[in-house]
């Protein structure tokens, strides 16, 4: 067989093999291994997230129902403040856990930049729902539908980008 031939079909076997394989492993930036832990990490966060706030609500209402009035503190008028205060941070590492979820498995296949892009939309999108549901929960459900409307008007707006 004649070299030229054989040099151009071990190319086209390369391409072929390089075409096979995700963006970000054919760039030789992926470890396998790291990305199924991250995967199994930010899932694994996204559920204690979720308990632990259940826990500390939970925990909260009865220091604030059963606890203090004992001591003579009255404090139940404020602790739907304290619940929404509860809610946006736990709300926020909950959305941040499920941003690095999409994260880390989308980076195999697209790369580094188009991930973080997704899980700068998954971030915004996330915290933007969180808000109008905790609208919703606190002033009724046509505050949260008004200002989750609104949102998403301005979001898909021409006019919002530069």
């Known amino acids: 067989m004649c070299k ?16 096979s394989k995700p963006v970000a492993q ?16 930010s899932i694994a966060l996204v559920v204690v997230y979720i308990v632990v706030y259940v826990v500390v609500s939970a925990l909260a209402k ?7 009035p004992t001591y003579g503190v009255a404090v139940a008028d404020y602790e739907v403040y304290v619940q929404i205060l509860l ?6 590492l909950i959305v941040s856990a499920v941003a690095r979820f ?17 899980r700068n939309v998954v971030r915004i999108v996330g915290i933007g729902a969180m808000v109008a549901a905790i609208a919703g929960g ?4 046509a505050a949260g ?6 949102w998403a008007w301005w979001w898909a707006s021409p006019l919002n980008r530069s």
């Not at 539908?145 to 609104?150: P, R, T, Y």
Request: charged content about 15%; proline content about 0%; hydrophobic content about 45%.
């Open 102 to 118: 999409f994260y880390w498995s989308t980076v195999v296949k697209y790369g580094h930049s188009t991930a973080v892009a997704v």
């Open 138 to 141: 606190v002033a009724g459900g």
């Open 62 to 68: 009865y220091v604030i129902h059963s606890v203090l």
């Open 145 to 150: 539908v008004a200002l989750g409307a609104s």
């Open 87 to 92: 809610a946006l941070a736990f709300g926020y």
């Open 26 to 41: 054919a760039q030789g930036q992926v470890d396998l291994k790291n990305i199924a832990r991250e995967v199994s990490t």
């Open 4 to 19: 030229i031939h054989s040099s151009r079909r071990h190319r086209i076997y390369k391409l072929k093999k390089t075409l």
